[in-house]
């Protein structure tokens, strides 16, 4: 297999590899570190930056490379939501470019009719949090809108634990009158 090019869409080049570890035969406990020979910067980075049993682990090699160049299930989202382009192109390619950000945001299989529901309100809601609320719950990838309600609610009780909240300016907020104390 050639050595990844800094053209090449580097989920596109995994997923070329695993076709051809899987034809050639490769013991799965060789993939991580062939792998780590054909790519290049950020994702041989990544490789590096692993433990070396990780480094034996196929799925932890592959988790850190995508970790590194910012590819998860949250960056397809939001290449379906921006799919719109000023770049000409024609109905069958934009929506089979919207179809595959889409299996790669909601894979077939991964989630059914509850699950899909859940992804996008997970969407909403983190949309509608407020700027610095959705910032770190996005930082933090929640699978479920479960997770992220936990986190929203965990950032939300340390800005008034610290007293960051809005308006505060730094300052934790205290009783202000004899009565409230």
């Not at 780590?36 to 196929?58: C, G, N, P, T």
């Not at 910012?70 to 921006?82: K, L, N």
């Not at 950000?101 to 299989?109: F, T, V």
Request: charged share 35%; hydrophobic share 35%.
């Amino acid at each position: 297999m050639p050595r990844m090019t800094r053209e090449d869409d580097p989920e596109a080049y995994i997923e070329a590899f695993e076709r051809t570890v899987i034809q050639t035969g490769l013991d799965r406990g060789q993939w991580g570190h062939h792998l780590e020979a054909l790519v290049i910067d950020q994702a041989q980075a990544a490789y590096r930056a692993l433990s070396r049993d990780e480094a034996r682990d196929y799925e932890a090699v592959k988790a850190a490379i995508l970790y590194r160049l910012e590819i998860s299930p949250e960056s397809h989202r939001q290449g379906f939501r921006a799919r719109k382009s000023k770049e000409a192109r024609r109905p069958r390619g934009l929506l089979q470019a919207l179809r595959d950000s889409l299996n790669k945001w909601l894979p077939a299989g991964k989630f059914e009719r509850v699950g899909v529901m859940d992804q996008i309100l997970l969407e909403q809601f983190i949309w509608d949090l407020e700027e610095d609320a959705q910032r770190w719950v996005r930082r933090h990838q929640p699978q479920t809108s479960e997770e992220a309600l936990c986190l929203a609610e965990a950032f939300a009780n340390s800005e008034r634990e610290w007293g960051y909240g809005r308006g505060s300016r730094g300052m934790k907020e205290g009783p202000t009158s004899e009565g409230e104390r």
